[in-house]
Every structure is written in C-alpha cells, then in structure tokens.
C-alpha cells in the first residue's frame, strides 16, 4: 500500500479499506433541531472511514521468513490480538499483531515447529476498545444575544480520527496477556510445553459509561509492572504435570529523594 493511505485500522495497521475518505470512524450521530416549537428527533452520519482489524490486510510488510547462512529456514504465523468483550459478551479482535506460530526448517529437511496460545481462551486485556464516543470531544457554550441578558446555549462536536483517551498500554501494546503458552514440536511430535506469566495488575478496563462524559485517568504506580514476566515453567512433554524447571521474578520500584538545589 502507499505511504499516506486511509486505509488503516484503529491500531494504525494497514485494513485494505482503499474506498476511506478520511480516518474518522464512521458512525450515526444523533442530533435534536427545532421545527417552530418542536423539536425533532435525527440523526447524521459523520465520518468516512472503517477502521475495523483485517488479519489478511493486517500483515502486510511483516516478516514472513528468515534464511540463515546454514541453509535453515523460520517461517511466521501471526493473528490479531483478541479480547473478550464485555459488552457484546464475544470475542472481538482488539487490532495489531501476535505471533501464531513459528516453524523452523532445518537444512537436513527436520521440521521445528513452535506454537503459541494467549490467555485462556485465546484473549487478553485492553485498556479500552474503540468506542465512538472516544473519538469525539464536545463544548457546550453560552452566547449573550440581547441587552437585558437573554442567552442561547449552543452545543459543539468535533470528531477526530485519534482517540481522547489513549487504548495503548505503558509499553505501547494494545492487549496484554496474563499467561502465554508455547508448544514446542519437533517433526510434528510435541516435545516441550513452556508456559509463561505475565503481570497485569496495572491495566484497568473502562466501560464506555466510565469514559464519557470524558474523565481523565492517570496511570497508576503500578502500570510500570504490566507485562513483565514473573513466572515461567517449563515441561518436558504436553501432557506433563510437574516442570522440570521454574523461575520466579520479582519486580520493585526504587524511590530516591529529590536532588535539592
């Protein structure tokens, strides 16, 4: 696609929509005007863009495969990060990229497959999903319109193509996991599972009633700590119960005194 194009999701990765007229979401807006003494009930569209995720679109420019001086090969499997809707109590995808599943040809023809499962049930966190109403501000302002203080109030919208309020987590990811799960194969016959955990305590999920009429939230002390690892276990085989070996991390946040000048 050409540098510049309209056609990209609300993560910034390319979708394919090439008929977008500009990057505000499309959406139905409704407006109340008056007729005489009564007012009127309607509605307008704003916007000329679909910012929906495209997996097929998504991965264009993304690296596909590696071949190393020995003659190997690392192929890339991706899919779109998913979250777990609490609104339409589906799973919707949330935008930008995970890694599916990487498979590693030897130069003797040995196949090494390494595949990846995210959360669960295949879902992670996000700070917030793409609601409208992030992509919209609004001014309420009194005008004087006569001598003896007689006033009218008027409503103004704008509707932006970036959000009010950031979806992105401290480290710039759009959905964090809690636990990540890697199968190792080899010729097709599982070897190895790793599993690894993930901190999450300083993510939090806002409702579109929390988020408008707009409220500001700083991000909380602890939000440095989302996604760091902080166990990691590792099996012989799939079906193993007990690891042959676990690590543990743990995180703290030094706090120094301020310089005094």
Known sequence: YQAGT??????????????NTDLVPKQRVPYVFRNGNINIDAFLWIGGADRTPVLSQAVTYTLRE???PTGATSSFVYELN???????????????LRIKQI???????????RRFTYG??????????????????????????????GSEEVRYRVFSS??????????????????????????DYIQARNEYSFDLQGINYFPPHALWPMKFYE????????GKLVTEKNYKTQADGQPVREKYTSYAMTQTDPVKS
């Open 6 to 19: 309209k056609g990209i999701d609300f993560c910034g990765y390319y979708n394919g929509r090439t008929d």
């Open 66 to 68: 590696i071949t190393y």
């Open 82 to 96: 998913q979250y777990n809707s609490p609104e339409t109590n589906r799973i919707e995808d949330a935008g930008g």
């Open 103 to 113: 498979t590693t040809i030897s130069p003797d023809g040995s196949k090494t497959q």
């Open 120 to 149: 669960t049930d295949g879902t992670g966190q996000i700070k917030s999903p793409p609601y409208l109403c992030l992509y919209q501000t609004e001014q309420v302002k009194n005008y004087v319109v006569s001598p003896a203080g």
């Open 162 to 187: 970036q959000p009010n309020y950031s979806p992105y987590s401290f480290y710039g990811n759009t959905t964090l996991y809690d636990k990540v799960t890697e199968y190792i194969s080899v010729d």
């Open 219 to 226: 991000d909380p002390l602890t939000e440095w700590m989302c």
